[in-house]
């Protein structure tokens, strides 16, 4: 399997935002009949935004032809703490494998391209939200579970 990860561009918004939607929908258990149209409008303009100044990367990854995985990460800044004086941030996310794909080392893989971005960009406060499923991963990877954060419902 000769498959090629290719770190995205303006010209892959479409399939950015198509991976965005199968992420949603397979992370929240939301059937095909679920309207996600205003969520595809906003990620496509995100995407077109945030490409362009830096303020996000992602990969993509094609066995040939085949669209088979994909991997994001947002940069941030936030008030400055004594753990990250710099205020910088990354948030991995969007992290996606095909079915058939999965258990090849394709996930860690994309995230170790994302983490080696983040850390060439001086950062080192990375963060990402895991499914059960994506949660053995992470932590194998050396992410902790966080226990001081709280959100406030809608």
Do not use: W
Not at 1 to 23: F, G, S
Not at 33 to 43: H, R, V
Not at 87 to 112: S, W
Request: glycine content about 6%; overall charge positive; hydrophobic content about 35%.
């Amino acid at each position: 399997m000769a498959l090629v990860y290719k770190r995205a561009t303006p010209e892959d918004i479409n399939t950015l935002t198509k991976t965005r939607i199968e992420v949603l929908r397979a992370a929240n258990k939301l059937s095909d009949d679920i309207d996600m149209g205003e969520i595809e409008k906003e990620a496509c303009n995100y995407y077109q935004k945030a490409l362009c100044d830096g303020s996000h990367i992602a990969y993509l990854v094609f066995d040939g032809e085949r669209f088979v995985g994909a991997g994001g990460a947002s940069f941030f800044q936030v008030m400055p703490t004594y753990h990250n004086p710099s205020r910088n941030k990354a948030y991995i996310m969007n992290m996606y494998t095909n079915p058939a794909y999965r258990r090849k080392g394709i996930a860690t893989k994309t995230l170790d391209m994302l983490v080696n971005d983040a850390k060439n960009k001086g950062i080192t406060d990375i963060s990402l939200e895991a499914t059960d499923m994506g949660r053995p991963l992470y932590e194998k990877y050396g992410f902790i579970k966080m226990n001081n954060e709280m959100t406030l419902p809608k």
